[in-house]
């Protein structure tokens, strides 16, 4: 399965729509996977919590209560974080 994946890797660099769709048929199939990927992406620090309950239409402090329940740490973001994160706002 490892080459699959890998190959889904390198066509998604190549065609990223047709990965995308393909993912997103797969978490309407299965929600439960969607929400363990999810949930190992913000573990690993690919994303932040704001960004993982977004992806699980969750607020964040929804997801936070259901992460703390499960025992998995909360990383709050830094100081450099939210500046950035209001600036972002700011420009948009």
Do not use: C
């Not at 990927?37 to 936070?64: C, G, H, M, Q």
């Not at 990383?75 to 974080?81: H, Q, V």
């Amino acid at each position: 399965m490892l080459w699959e994946v890998e190959e889904l890797k390198k066509i998604s660099e190549i065609q990223p729509e047709a990965v995308e769709n393909a993912l997103k048929e797969l978490w309407e199939k299965n929600p439960e996977l969607h929400k363990i990927v999810v949930i190992n992406a913000y573990i690993d620090e690919k994303i932040n919590l704001s960004k993982a309950a977004e992806l699980l239409s969750l607020t964040r402090i929804e997801l936070e209560k259901e992460l703390k329940i499960k025992g998995i740490p909360i990383r709050y973001p830094s100081k450099e974080d939210i500046v950035a994160e209001v600036e972002a706002i700011k420009e948009w």
